[in-house]
């Protein structure tokens, strides 16, 4: 049994160019991922001032892109958090979001997530005042597929530890209410799920009345911490026996969209593959597809500082190292290494709680 496979762009830090969106985006249509939305932390117009227009390039650029993932076969879709708008659901915040499902609508948006993920709430009735955005929007945007990040996303505490402690039966009022075509994104036990297991995706299936679709954070490395290390190993963790609990399995990217590609492709062999799948063949199997032998062989030899010791565990003569190592490749996976290296990736703590 196979699932619907896609990208969610939907990390905190540096955003990518049009160019990198638009290869990571033919490279994975090519192998078979189905839907791609468009919801980065760092574009301001799709969260805390999503009551403004993209301006004219970016609006244009996004246009483009849409036709682009339409011409690959791959449903384009944009993630809005129209911010807190939960708590003052009154008839201005209805304007102003009509006016972005406007636009959105001109853009070409086959699938609209409103994503209501990490936002504070202080309004009682949390789980029916979401429903009832989600109805609105639905009968106001052309879209044809509708999605909704919850605000608790996930089992991990950590959420309610941040936004305040989760409303009682706070999904299954969400799922009782919410249409049924609405699909529901979940990321696991935890935030950044180690493991996502079949029981797990069943139970919270049946609190939600229908199969979620799974936002996987892996290999995103955004954040203070992870922002210091290179995700690039294969999969491990899903096995494909949750295709028949879920809706669709979508992967958040890393902040490098050549690199990112790696562990992608590794994701579409653990489905195809079943119990046969073994993580670090596969690794090497799209490393190789994708960069070329040379590169693919020196990146596993070195997937121990890139990806384990990080920037704060390496030396500056390692980092050197490194550097010299990867600036004799012409490639563009090698560049994101070297920037990495320079440290033109890291997140802070301040771009998380401004973006």
Known sequence: MTVE????????????????????????ARHGYGFYLYAPKADPYLRRRWQEPHPADEFAALVAFAELCNREG??????????????????????ALAAKLKA??????????ILFDDMHSSTPSLASTQAEIMR?????????????????????????RVFGERPTDYLETLGAELDKDVR???TGEEVCSREISSGHLKRVGDRLGRKPVLWDNYPVNDGDRMS???????????PAANA????GHAINPALQPTLTAIPALTLLESYRQGPD???GQAFHHAARELLGEALANQIQRDLLSLQDAGLGRLSDERKQALAHTYDAFDHPAASEIMRWLAGDYLVTDEMVQTQ
């Open 5 to 28: 496979l896609g990208v969610i762009e939907g990390f905190y830090g540096p955003m990518w160019s049009w160019t990198e969106r638009r290869k990571l985006l033919k490279t994975l």
């Open 74 to 95: 791959v449903r384009f879709g944009v993630g809005l958090s129209p911010f807190e708008i939960f708590n003052q659901f009154d008839e201005n915040a209805r304007h």
């Open 104 to 113: 959105l609508d001109r853009i070409g948006v086959q699938e609209l997530a």
């Open 136 to 160: 609105w929007v639905k009968a106001h945007s052309d879209a044809t597929t509708f999605s909704i990040c919850p605000t608790y996303y996930s089992d991990d505490p950590v959420l309610d």
């Open 184 to 186: 529901v994104f979940w």
């Open 228 to 238: 210091r290390h290179l995700h690039l190993r294969a999969f491990t963790g899903r």
């Open 244 to 247: 028949a609990h879920l809706a």
């Open 277 to 279: 799948y073994q993580y």
